[in-house]
């Protein structure tokens, strides 16, 4: 069987989506895109404009399960378009730099709960270990997954609630954190699926228990030089 090539784009909600090839028609889809109906797709379409086109970003090259994995822009009449999350988040960097000399930088860190049959997985607590820690092993998968797909990670660790965990993505270029939190995301549900577990990524899936967050790491350069670092402030901040 010839290689499998996974071509991947999200709708307006970051849901992520997913076209697969084969390595033969890699060359041309670079070339001439790829054709496909948007009329379905959250955000993007109507039925009678339904003619979209991806474009793999062949930097964007990731390693998921053994696929080769890429993330595409989506295009409409020859163009990008506009209601593409990649698209919109391409322009906005794209102003910041050409109009204020500046590069992002980000990171994240996510909060999900695991569970099994709907309730948390564990009674365990923050920076709790095995037994407490049943999803020990679960975390030990996603860091082998993750660092197979290349997405380079810091820490990850049980959160405050039971059956809550985090993992936390190392800074990179805004576009490319972007990319990397939703293979993360998808590679925790995949991990957890494989067990017969669920991740919910949800904000509050729990009435009385901590919610989930997300946060993000934030950092703007110019000209090499991290304009939040202050080395003569208390706190090193600007």
């Known amino acids: 069987m010839k290689p499998i090539i996974s071509l991947r784009f999200s709708d307006i ?5 997913e076209v697969l090839i084969s390595e ?25 404009e339904s003619d979209m086109m991806l474009i793999p970003d062949t930097s964007s090259y990731y390693m998921i399960n053994g696929i080769r994995t890429y993330f595409c822009d989506v295009y409409k009449a020859g163009k990008p378009f506009e209601g593409d999350p990649r698209t919109i988040l391409k322009k906005i960097l794209k102003d910041v730099r050409e109009k ?3 590069r992002l930088v980000a990171a994240g860190e996510l909060e999900f709960y695991i569970l099994r049959d709907r ?11 095995s037994p407490r820690d049943k999803a020990n092993l679960i975390k030990i998968a996603i860091a082998e997954k993750l660092s197979e797909a290349k997405i380079a990670w810091s820490m990850g660790h049980h959160e405050v609630g039971p059956g809550q965990n985090e993992v936390d993505i190392l800074h990179d270029e805004g576009l490319r954190i ?25 904000p509050k899936p729990f009435y009385g228990k901590p919610g989930n967050g997300f946060h993000i790491h934030l950092s703007l350069w110019r000209d090499g030089e991290n304009l939040f670092y202050d080395e003569g402030d208390q706190y090193r901040l600007s």
Do not use: Q
């Open 119 to 129: 309730e948390p997985i564990d009674g365990g607590s923050y920076f709790d270990v």
């Open 100 to 102: 204020h000399g500046f």
């Open 24 to 48: 033969d028609e890699f060359e041309r889809a670079c070339s001439n895109g790829v054709w496909f109906d948007g009329s379905s797709i959250e955000g993007f379409a109507r039925r009678f």
């Open 178 to 202: 972007a990319d990397k939190t939703l293979l993360t995301k998808n590679i925790i549900k995949l991990v957890c699926e494989a067990e017969g577990l669920k991740a919910s990524f949800m």
């Open 13 to 17: 909600n970051g849901v992520l989506k």
